[in-house]
């Protein structure tokens, strides 16, 4: 089986910061990968290469068969893959139901009802089916990062990518947002988490992979990662998060 | 994500001191305006000779003078937005362009430009012309208030692109990721989400370059631009009449750039409370 995300030897530069050096991963549709590693060890770096939000030095990845190389094979992965932020990244301006409404209309060029119709579905689907009219601003967190996850989902992405989803919740709400995406999960929905929240990884990962200055150290289903990891870097890993 | 200056939504009434803050007092700028006015229908009035003279003499002048305004304002926002957005560009070439221009522009003087687009182009024009045996572009000899748009509006519209420049950088990148993660492009990124919000933060700088471009406007009369100063200039030399021409020049500015104000103040207002 063709994967459906394909990254091959890719390399990334901050001016003198080599923050990914060679990274090789092959995703299968359907499978949730979650992502761990100590900061600034190119985490997020990967995941925003895979929808060009950053570009890469070196190396090559394709998403769907696509490569990521022409502004408008960019344009067409990033309606394939949703993306959800540590800080939610909400339209402050806009209300709920128009921050879900937004891209469905001006990107996939959908009707008035379609498109609202699909908002009340996903706003149902991540249990806040009554603050369609509110602001942003006015949700607690969890409640914001699921409207994102919506908004995210409303494009029928193939692929979602999840940058530290809960790192910024209150402890009460990072439950509420990692049920949504274990329910994803088990959807189907080929995800890569960037994460450390082991219950999550456990419950719905496939794979679970440490990184470490820019490099890939060790990959393994998370239960075996987590208490039985081979590599050094690993092991002093968890036992700093544990 | 402290920012709270986004209004409720129709189903929790937020805010509940909004009542006593709705009875709307009169705002005491009003007050101004209306002294202003007051003195102007009184000197008009109780000695229409020389002031009711002057008012009518000034009446065309009043109407070039909002005419260039509001035009080279439209046009400057318009332009100062492409110019603002060329300086945020990832294009080297696109940006230094941008950057040699607002450089250029702010180093010169306005009366300097003004004058260098209504004397100076249509003789470089007129070169060309001659020496490329056109008669057309020989002879090319364009209208003043023409050319004095044209240099109010490039002179601002650097100015302007600073504001959008500063307004557009407030809003955190992570708006234009999440806009281009769901697959907009970045004119329907910026169309959609960036600017929406950039717009209450550079609305009061807007409109005091407003203000100023309506200040600024009196500089026309140095190319012939039959504009309020040029005409009292014109009444002053036939009439000799000094001091009240120059005073009633003054009331009529002061009431255009008091209407401005409220004006700006009243459409940063609304901004704020809709939607
Ligand atoms: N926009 C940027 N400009 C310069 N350097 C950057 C930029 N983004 C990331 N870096 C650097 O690249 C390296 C990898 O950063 P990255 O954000 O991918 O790490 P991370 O694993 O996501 O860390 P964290 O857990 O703190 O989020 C770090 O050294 C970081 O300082
Ligand atoms: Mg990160």
């Known amino acids: 089986m063709e994967p459906i995300i394909h990254i091959e030897n890719v390399h990334k530069w901050f001016g003198t910061v080599h923050a990914l050096q060679g990274v090789n991963l092959d995703i299968l549709k359907g499978q949730v990968v979650v992502v761990i590693g100590p900061s600034g060890s190119g985490k997020s770096t990967l995941l925003r290469c895979i929808n060009r939000l950053e570009e890469f030095d070196e190396g090559k990845i394709i998403v769907d068969g696509i490569p990521l190389d022409s502004a408008k094979n960019i344009n067409a992965v990033r309606t394939e893959v949703g993306m959800v932020f540590q800080s939610f990244n909400l339209f402050p301006h806009l209300s709920v139901m128009d921050n879900i409404l937004l891209a469905q209309k001006v990107v996939r060029k959908r009707g008035q009802i379609e498109s609202e119709n699909k908002a009340r ?36 992405p193939k692929i979602m990518l999840f940058d530290e989803p809960t790192s910024a919740l209150d402890p009460e709400m990072i439950q509420e947002v990692l049920d949504v995406m274990t329910d994803l999960a088990h959807e189907g929905m080929t995800m890569v988490v960037v994460s450390h929240e082991m219950g999550f990884a456990r419950a719905a990962a496939d794979r679970a992979i440490l990184m470490d200055a820019g490099q890939i150290i060790e990959e393994a289903p998370p239960e075996i990662l987590f208490t039985n990891p081979k590599q050094e870097r690993t092991k002093s890993f968890l036992s700093k998060i544990l | 994500m402290s920012s709270s200056s986004y209004p409720a939504p129709t189903p929790k009434p937020l805010i509940s001191s909004g009542k006593t803050e709705k009875k709307s007092r009169i705002d005491p700028w009003w007050g101004l305006v209306a002294v202003v006015v007051a003195l102007i229908l009184i000197l008009n009035f109780s000695s229409p000779d020389p002031y009711n003279r002057i008012l009518v003499f000034l009446q065309e002048g009043i109407w070039v003078t909002v005419k260039i305004t509001l035009i080279s304002f439209l046009l400057v926002m318009v332009l100062g937005l492409f110019v ?6 990832k294009n080297t070439i696109v940006r230094g362009i941008a950057t040699v221009y607002v450089e250029v522009i702010r180093g010169i003087p306005m009366m300097v430009q003004i004058i260098f687009w209504y004397f100076a182009s249509p003789a470089i024009v007129q070169q060309i012309g001659t020496s490329l045996n056109n008669p057309a572009l020989a002879n090319f ?24 420049r500063a307004g557009i950088q407030s809003i955190s990148r992570g708006q234009m ?21 950039a717009v209450r933060v550079i609305l009061p700088p807007v409109g005091n370059e407003f203000i100023t471009l309506l200040k600024d406007t009196a500089l026309v009369s140095a190319v012939a631009v039959p504009d309020m100063t040029r005409r009292g200039r014109e009444f002053q030399a036939s009439t000799f009449i000094i001091i009240e021409t120059w005073v009633m020049v003054a009331l009529v500015y002061l009431v255009m750039t008091l209407l401005a104000t409220r004006l700006v103040s009243w459409v940063e207002k609304r901004s704020k409370f809709e939607r």
């Not at chain 1, 603050?131 to 029928?156: E, N, T």
């Not at chain 2, 603002?84 to 560009?89: D, I």
């Not at chain 2, 490039?154 to 959008?164: I, L, N, P, T």
Request: no cysteine.
């Open chain 2, 141 to 164: 000899r364009p209208d003043g208030t023409t050319m004095a748009i044209f240099g109010l509006t490039f002179g601002y519209a650097a100015y302007m692109s600073e504001v959008y």
């Open chain 1, 121 to 156: 579905f996903l706003l149902e689907k991540v249990g806040i089916p009554d603050k369609a009219k509110y602001y942003p601003l006015q949700l607690s967190g969890g409640q914001q990062q699921r409207v994102a996850i919506a908004r995210a989902l409303a494009m029928d």
């Open chain 2, 177 to 197: 990721e999440a806009a281009r993660s769901l697959g907009m492009t970045y004119f329907q990124a910026m169309r959609y989400v960036i600017l929406p919000q």
């Open chain 2, 84 to 89: 603002g957005l060329a300086r945020l560009s």
